[in-house]
C-alpha cells in the first residue's frame, strides 16, 4: 500500500506530495504543526491537540484551513489510507503561498498537509524497559517557544548534539541552570518521596498534550504533581526522571550528562504512568 498525504484538498502519493516553492512555512517558517499518537487503530488526544492547534493559529493571526469537523475527518481519513494502527498522524498549517514579503499576505489561504506513519509499538516498550540517556544544552531558542510552529531548528541542533554524545534527547537549562524541555518533549521528575515535579507551563516552555493528560492519569493513580522548576542538579538526583510527548508517551530518563539516575534503571512511578496512560486519554477512532 502506498503511503498517502493530504496536500490543500488533494489525497495523493506520498511520492508525489510538494507544496509550492513560495509557500510561507517553507521561507518564513510561518506555520504550525501538530502530532498525535495513534495507538490500536484510534487518534489520541485529538481534541486537545486541536484546541492547541486552535490557540496557536490565534496567536499568530493565522486563520483555520477548514472548519474544525471537516479536519478532524481529514485526519482520520488519512490515518484510515494509510492502513495506521499504530503510529502517529502529523499535521500542518502554514499562513499559504504567496510572493515573498515580510508582511502577512492578504486574502491568502491558509495551507494544510496532513500525513501519517506506522510504528511499532514493541519498539516502544522495549526502550521504555531500559530507557534514554539525556544531555543538557543551554537556551538558544526565541521566546514563544508556548506556540508549537515549524520554526525548530535549535531543536535540530540540540538533538543532534545529543546523538553524538549517545543520548536520546536534549534538555534545555535556563542560564540559573533550571530544565525548561526538551527538544521534541517535556521534562519530569520524581522526587524522594514520590511527588511528580515539572515546569510551569504558562511561560518558557510548550503546554504539551501529553503533559497535560499526564495530570489526569497521575491524579488516577493517586499521585501528587508539583508544577515548579528544578535544576539540573535536582533532576540528576531525584528518584526518578522522565520525559513525556505524544510520540514517547512517559519515556524513562536514566542518564543525564553522563550522570546515571538512581539505579540507572527505568523506575516504577513512570512505568505506571506509561502503562496506564491509554486507560485514561482520549480515543478517537480512526
Same mark, same amino acid.
Given at each position: 500500500m502506498?503511503?498517502?498525504?493530504?496536500?490543500?484538498?488533494?489525497?495523493?502519493?506520498?511520492?508525489?506530495?510538494? @507544496?509550492?516553492?513560495? !509557500?510561507?512555512?517553507? #521561507? $518564513?517558517?510561518?506555520? =504550525?504543526?501538530? @502530532?498525535?499518537? =495513534?495507538?490500536? +487503530?484510534? @487518534?489520541? !488526544?485529538?481534541?486537545?491537540?486541536? !484546541?492547541?492547534?486552535?490557540?496557536?493559529?490565534?496567536?499568530?493571526?493565522?486563520?483555520?484551513?477548514?472548519?474544525?469537523?471537516?479536519?478532524?475527518? @481529514?485526519?482520520?481519513e488519512v490515518v484510515r489510507r494509510n492502513g495506521v494502527h499504530d503510529g502517529l498522524v502529523y499535521l500542518q498549517v502554514t499562513r499559504g503561498v504567496a510572493p515573498r514579503d515580510f508582511l502577512f499576505p492578504q486574502a491568502v489561504a491558509p495551507a494544510l498537509v496532513v500525513t501519517a506513519r506506522k510504528a511499532d509499538p514493541a519498539r516502544a516498550e522495549k526502550r521504555a524497559e531500559t530507557g534514554i540517556k539525556v544531555i543538557t544544552v543551554p537556551e538558544t531558542r526565541w521566546d514563544r517557544v508556548d506556540i508549537k510552529t515549524v520554526g525548530l531548528l535549535p531543536n535540530v541542533l540540540a538533538?543532534?548534539?545529543?546523538?553524538?554524545?549517545?543520548? #536520546?534527547?536534549?534538555? $534545555? =537549562?535556563?542560564?540559573? +541552570?533550571t530544565v525548561k524541555e526538551g527538544g521534541s518533549s517535556n521534562a519530569w521528575i520524581v522526587t524522594a518521596d514520590g511527588r511528580l515535579v515539572t515546569r510551569p507551563a504558562e511561560h518558557g516552555i510548550l503546554r504539551g498534550i501529553t503533559r497535560t493528560t499526564m495530570f489526569e492519569v497521575a491524579a488516577a493513580l493517586g499521585l501528587t504533581i508539583e508544577e515548579r522548576g528544578f535544576t539540573v542538579a535536582e533532576a540528576k538526583a531525584a528518584r526518578e526522571a522522565f520525559i513525556s510527548s505524544a510520540t514517547t508517551i512517559a519515556m524513562p530518563v536514566v542518564e543525564i550528562d553522563g550522570a546515571p539516575i538512581a539505579n540507572s534503571h527505568p523506575g516504577s512511578v513512570v512505568l505506571s504512568l506509561r502503562g496506564a496512560f491509554f486507560d485514561i486519554a482520549e480515543k478517537c477512532q480512526a
Amino acid at each position: 500500500m502506498p503511503r498517502i498525504t493530504y496536500v490543500n484538498g488533494r489525497y495523493l502519493r506520498h511520492a508525489d506530495a510538494f @507544496v509550492h516553492v513560495e !509557500d510561507r512555512g517553507y #521561507q $518564513f517558517a510561518d506555520g =504550525v504543526y501538530e @502530532v498525535c499518537e =495513534v495507538k490500536r +487503530g484510534y @487518534v489520541v !488526544d485529538m481534541t486537545r491537540h486541536l !484546541d492547541r492547534l486552535d490557540r496557536s493559529l490565534r496567536e499568530l493571526s493565522m486563520a483555520w484551513p477548514m472548519h474544525r469537523r471537516a479536519l478532524e475527518l @481529514v485526519i482520520r481519513e488519512v490515518v484510515r489510507r494509510n492502513g495506521v494502527h499504530d503510529g502517529l498522524v502529523y499535521l500542518q498549517v502554514t499562513r499559504g503561498v504567496a510572493p515573498r514579503d515580510f508582511l502577512f499576505p492578504q486574502a491568502v489561504a491558509p495551507a494544510l498537509v496532513v500525513t501519517a506513519r506506522k510504528a511499532d509499538p514493541a519498539r516502544a516498550e522495549k526502550r521504555a524497559e531500559t530507557g534514554i540517556k539525556v544531555i543538557t544544552v543551554p537556551e538558544t531558542r526565541w521566546d514563544r517557544v508556548d506556540i508549537k510552529t515549524v520554526g525548530l531548528l535549535p531543536n535540530v541542533l540540540a538533538k543532534e548534539a545529543a546523538r553524538a554524545a549517545g543520548a #536520546q534527547e536534549a534538555w $534545555f =537549562v535556563d542560564a540559573d +541552570g533550571t530544565v525548561k524541555e526538551g527538544g521534541s518533549s517535556n521534562a519530569w521528575i520524581v522526587t524522594a518521596d514520590g511527588r511528580l515535579v515539572t515546569r510551569p507551563a504558562e511561560h518558557g516552555i510548550l503546554r504539551g498534550i501529553t503533559r497535560t493528560t499526564m495530570f489526569e492519569v497521575a491524579a488516577a493513580l493517586g499521585l501528587t504533581i508539583e508544577e515548579r522548576g528544578f535544576t539540573v542538579a535536582e533532576a540528576k538526583a531525584a528518584r526518578e526522571a522522565f520525559i513525556s510527548s505524544a510520540t514517547t508517551i512517559a519515556m524513562p530518563v536514566v542518564e543525564i550528562d553522563g550522570a546515571p539516575i538512581a539505579n540507572s534503571h527505568p523506575g516504577s512511578v513512570v512505568l505506571s504512568l506509561r502503562g496506564a496512560f491509554f486507560d485514561i486519554a482520549e480515543k478517537c477512532q480512526a
